[in-house]
Nanobody, 119 residues
Framework: QLQLVESGGGLVQPGGSLTLSCAASGSTLDNYAIGWFRQAPGKEREGVSCISSGDSRNYYADSVKGRFTISRDNAKNTVYLQMNSLKPEDAAVYYC????????????WGQGTQVTVSS
């Protein structure tokens, strides 16, 4: 059974950078498209970025395009989200999940990792 664990969150000043990791166990991650999502207090969870299996095509929400970069290291069974030029509105709990047909699989949500952007 595939399990995903997010890590790498923390407190960063506006304009700073963080790299989030989504580490997989129980299955080979390169068989899956993986998405990053975030949820801020009082808001619905929203998609941030995703990377396809195989050819590693990427998708980014308009709000993060040009600032965030998604990548995968199949040897480490990990997907990364490099976040640059962070803004206060990027603050949220970030989650990763496998995706099928553009939809996250709900059975795989983990604890997430908290990103706080504040001076």
């Amino acid at each position: 059974q595939l399990q995903l664990v997010e890590s790498g969150g923390g407190l960063v000043q506006p304009g700073g950078s963080l790299t989030l990791s989504c580490a997989a166990s129980g299955s080979t991650l390169d068989n899956y498209a993986i998405g990053w999502f975030r949820q801020a207090p009082g808001k619905e969870r929203e998609g941030v970025s995703c990377i396809s299996s195989g050819d590693s095509r990427n998708y980014y929400a308009d709000s993060v395009k040009g600032r965030f970069t998604i990548s995968r290291d199949n040897a480490k069974n990990t997907v990364y989200l490099q976040m640059n030029s962070l803004k206060p509105e990027d603050a949220a709990v970030y989650y990763c999940a496998p995706m099928v047909a553009g939809t996250p699989l709900d059975n795989y949500w983990g604890q997430g990792t908290q990103v706080t952007v504040s001076s």
